[in-house]
């Protein structure tokens, strides 16, 4: 069983910048695939990176095209520790953001095939 929990959401001004962290406790976190996905309201949940292990201690990061460029992530495994830093932050950028986990990296960008996920952390950037 693994638990994920999301922190370092606010307010933001267009432009700003924020880091978010995802903890995990209860598994293998080498291991794990790691995924971030945000929900507006109205709006079905949205694919935003992932990081999957090629082998030993090598990582492979994936970004939806939306974002690339603008969204980092970075894992810290002695920590637990999934990092989503974003910058230029846009209104519609607006949303909950979610930490996700699965055990397998085969369709790392859909939601239905994470099998944890965290409780959110809201950010909202105004204009």
């Known amino acids: 069983q693994v638990q994920l929990h999301e922190s370092g959401g606010g307010l933001v001004q267009a432009g700003g910048s924020l880091r978010l962290s995802c903890a995990a406790s209860?598994?293998?976190?080498?291991?794990?695939?790691m995924g971030w996905f945000r929900q507006a309201p109205g709006k079905e949940r949205e694919f935003l990176a992932a990081?999957?292990?090629?082998?030993?201690?090598?990582?492979?990061?994936h970004y939806e095209d939306s974002v690339k460029g603008r969204f980092t992530i970075s894992r810290y495994n002695a920590r637990n520790t999934f990092y989503l830093e974003m910058n230029s932050l846009k209104p519609e950028d607006t949303a909950a953001y979610y930490c996700?986990?699965?055990?397998?990296?085969?369709?790392?960008?859909?939601?239905?095939?994470?099998?944890?996920w965290g409780q959110g952390t809201q950010v909202t950037v105004s204009s």
């Open positions: 996700a986990a699965k055990e397998s990296s085969s369709g790392f960008s859909s939601a239905s095939s994470y099998d944890y």
């Open positions: 209860g598994g293998t976190f080498s291991t794990l695939v």
């Open positions: 990081s999957t292990r090629i082998g030993g201690n090598v990582y492979s990061s």
